[in-house]
């Protein structure tokens, strides 16, 4: 079982700062491409930003120059700091780890359950 447990969401105002983490646990023998997801009411599901094992990254342009995503690969934790935040940016925030299962080496896709960004004065 491999598990995400996401943390740091909340409420801040425009122009404010939030930083998230997500942990993932389990039986991890190699951690591949993780990253943040976000979905806003009514909207689909959009990739925000994600990193491989090597630190290569990449972002939706929406987000580019105001987050920053980071990950500690000894603790199979990603990061997400967001800064100059707009009330657009409000949306429930997904974790999401490709990951190799350590006890069938088989490549898992998992997800956390989310936390909740809200921007708003």
């Known amino acids: 079982q491999v598990r995400l447990v996401e943390s740091g969401g909340g409420l801040v105002q425009p122009g404010g700062s939030l930083r998230l983490s997500c942990a993932a646990s389990?039986?991890?023998?190699?951690?591949?491409?993780m990253g943040w997801y976000r979905q806003a009411p009514g909207k689909e599901r959009e990739l925000v930003a994600r990193?491989?094992?090597?630190?290569?990254?990449n972002y939706a342009d929406s987000v580019k120059g105001r987050f920053t995503i980071s990950r500690d690969n000894a603790k199979n934790t990603v990061y997400l700091q967001m800064n100059s935040l707009k009330p657009d940016d409000t949306a429930v925030y997904h974790c999401n780890a490709v990951v190799v299962v350590g006890t069938t080496f088989k490549t898992l896709d998992a997800w956390g359950q989310g936390t909740l960004v809200t921007v708003s004065s």
């Open positions: 389990g039986s991890i023998f190699s951690s591949n491409i």
């Open positions: 990193i491989t094992s090597g630190g290569s990254t």
